[in-house]
């Protein structure tokens, strides 16, 4: 699976939007960019998936570069809950039954 | 509906002592993945099954760790004569399987394993 490239760390203020970037410049292009989420003491969970075209569902949405070397996740409201490690992972289209390759993830702290 | 579930969520063993760490997936789930978290990083593949065969065990870091899901549902994860390196959180995931598309994987809450 291609690379991902993300920030260590983010800060947010509770009920602005968060913009998390993640650089994925060996992207090929069939590969779908998969968001998931881990808060603390917890297993990660799906966040977003998208190919080329930006995503929106009731969590988030993916707004994915015209080149699609990079993307970013974009919380509209973040809340306190939404504290916690995102992680930006690439999977092929024959991959819907294969492992998920996670890197470090962004830290995304937010303030009251 | 219950989601994937993990027990113990919390595991002390002294080294050299064997542990098992078991998984119940969500019902109907034919895809079931095993995934070691080190503290501070990104949870790292282990091995995978479909139904009962293991089809991947790639990531299995050593002959001391051994998965099992005889029935196809239950995973059970036994790591053997535990290693201070072994201290970790173990998480298991589950996905239904699809032959293309997304498919999303559900994860437990993890086993949190520290071994003395």
């Known amino acids: 699976d291609a690379k991902t490239t993300q920030p260590n760390s983010m800060e947010s203020n509770e009920e602005e939007p968060v913009h998390l970037p993640c650089n994925h410049s060996t992207i090929s292009g069939t590969d779908y960019i998969h968001w998931y989420r881990q808060l603390p003491s917890q297993g990660p969970e799906y966040v977003i998936h998208g190919l080329t075209s930006n995503v929106n569902n009731r969590m988030a949405s993916l707004a994915i570069a015209e080149d699609r070397k990079s993307s970013t996740l974009i919380l509209h409201r973040a809340t306190l809950r939404d504290a916690a490690v995102y992680y930006c992972i690439l999977r092929g289209p024959g991959g819907a039954n294969s492992k998920l390759t996670f890197g470090k993830g962004i830290t995304l702290s937010v303030r009251p | 509906g219950a989601g994937v579930s993990q027990s113990p969520r919390y595991k002390v063993a002294k080294r050299g002592q064997d542990v098992a760490l078991r998984c119940d997936p969500i019902?109907?789930?034919?895809?079931l993945f095993w995934y070691q978290q080190a503290l501070g990083q990104g949870p790292e593949f282990l091995t995978y099954?479909?139904?009962?065969?293991?089809?991947?065990k790639s990531g299995l870091p050593s002959d001391r760790f051994f998965a099992e899901r005889p029935e196809g549902s239950v995973s059970t994860l036994k790591i053997q004569r535990t290693q201070q390196e072994d201290s970790a959180v173990y998480l298991c995931a589950s996905s239904l399987y699809r032959t293309s598309g997304y498919n999303e994987q559900f994860f437990g809450p993890g086993t949190r394993l520290t071994v003395l």
């Open positions: 099954f479909q139904n009962e065969a293991q089809l991947d």
């Open positions: 019902s109907g789930h034919v895809s």
